[in-house]
């Protein structure tokens, strides 16, 4: 069975950070591509950083530089570093694994607020 957990969402104040985990559970983690999606109310679901199985990094042009996603192979998890939080950050945020674009799974989301 496949899981993805995610962890580590909240309410911060404008300026904070967070970091946000999402870990695995029934797949060969180290063969999938992991990303960070986000979806606010009444928008779509939009990537926010992906990394490879290799390592590559992506980011959307909205969090470069505030945002740092990571893997740890081991742990079978992936993380969303995220500083300097604006209230446009404000979404659900989803952790996807996808292998070559093949097989996808989601996580159930995690709600991240930033508002003073």
């Known amino acids: 069975q496949v899981q993805l957990v995610e962890s580590g969402g909240g309410l911060v104040q404008p300026g904070g950070s967070l970091r946000l985990s999402c870990a695995a559970s029934?797949?060969?983690?180290?063969?999938?591509?992991m990303g960070w999606y986000r979806q606010a109310p009444g928008k779509q679901r939009d990537l926010v950083a992906h990394?490879?199985?290799?390592?590559?990094?992506i980011y959307a042009d909205s969090v470069k530089g505030r945002f740092t996603i990571s893997r740890d192979n081991a742990k079978e998890t992936v993380y969303l570093g995220m500083n300097s939080l604006k209230p446009e950050d404000t979404a659900v945020y989803y952790c996807?694994?996808?292998?070559?674009?093949?097989?996808?799974?989601w996580g159930q989301g995690t709600q991240v607020t930033v508002s003073s």
């Open positions: 990394i490879s199985s290799g390592g590559n990094l």
């Open positions: 029934g797949i060969t983690f180290s063969s999938y591509a």
């Open positions: 996807k694994a996808d292998y070559r674009g093949q097989i996808t799974w």
